[in-house]
């Protein structure tokens, strides 16, 4: 009987332990479990974190080059921008040089116009020389050979010409003395310059006491350095001896003027 029990109690010392291992045997597998299911948490998640920052830099990429395009389009709209106010400006200065020229043409029509009558009757011609317009007399007519004295004739035309300068308003006048190159020597002329002088002033003078103000006009000679013919004939001498009535420009409408002013003031 003894032996029995000693039996069972020994099969029962061996029962207890077995069940204890095969708790902690399912216990470990359920923590093996655990773990490789974290693990592939664990994975998935990295591989999510590395699809964000993969998209993060394509993301950072595409606004990288979508700012360099923007800024690239900004510097092109900056360069039409600049075209267009350069087209402007050129515009611009085309318009006012047209004006002017507008000016210039209704100047010359204006002046020809008032001296249609002596210009149909032979006694002088308007030209544009050097972009001057000018009202030219031979001297023949207005002068005896190698005298500064004007003839009946020439003081009429002089008092005629005075007449038309005087209503033109706000413009000034120099009267230029030309010759031939034939020399000249006598005792009230040395040369051709005073010949031409003689004759500007007086001319200048007629001008003046027929009615043109003298703050309007001035005197000056050329002699023979400005022909408008040739002098070697008989009819292109007799071109170059003659007076010019020539229409001062009027600098202050001349491009750059305000800035010669202040240049001149310093």
Known sequence: MRKIVFAFMLLS?????????????????????????????RDDLEAKLAKTQADRDANAAALDAANG??????????????????????????DRRKAESDAALKSY????????????????RVRVIDGRMV????????????????????????AQVATV???????????????????IRTDRFADNWDLGAARATTVTRLLITSG???TRVSAASYADTQPADSNDTKEGKAHNRRIEIVVVPDLSQMPGYDELQKLSAK
């Open 69 to 94: 395009k923007i800024a690239s389009q900004l510097a092109q709209a900056g360069a039409m921008q600049t075209d267009i106010d350069q087209m402007k400006q050129a515009l611009a200065e085309a």
């Open 109 to 124: 029509r204006d002046l020809v116009g008032k001296f249609q009558a002596m210009i149909d009757a032979g006694t002088l």
């Open 13 to 41: 010392a061996c029962i207890v332990p077995k069940k204890k291992y095969e708790a902690e045997v399912a216990s470990a597998a359920d923590l093996q479990h655990r773990l490789e299911a974290t693990t592939a948490e």
């Open 135 to 158: 009202v030219e007399l031979a001297t023949d007519i207005l002068f005896p050979a190698g005298s500064a004295n004007l003839s009946e004739e020439g003081k009429t035309t002089i």
């Open 165 to 183: 300068l005087a209503s033109i308003q706000d413009r000034q006048f120099q009267v230029a003395g030309h010759t031939d190159n034939d020399p």
């Open 212 to 214: 043109l103000p003298a």
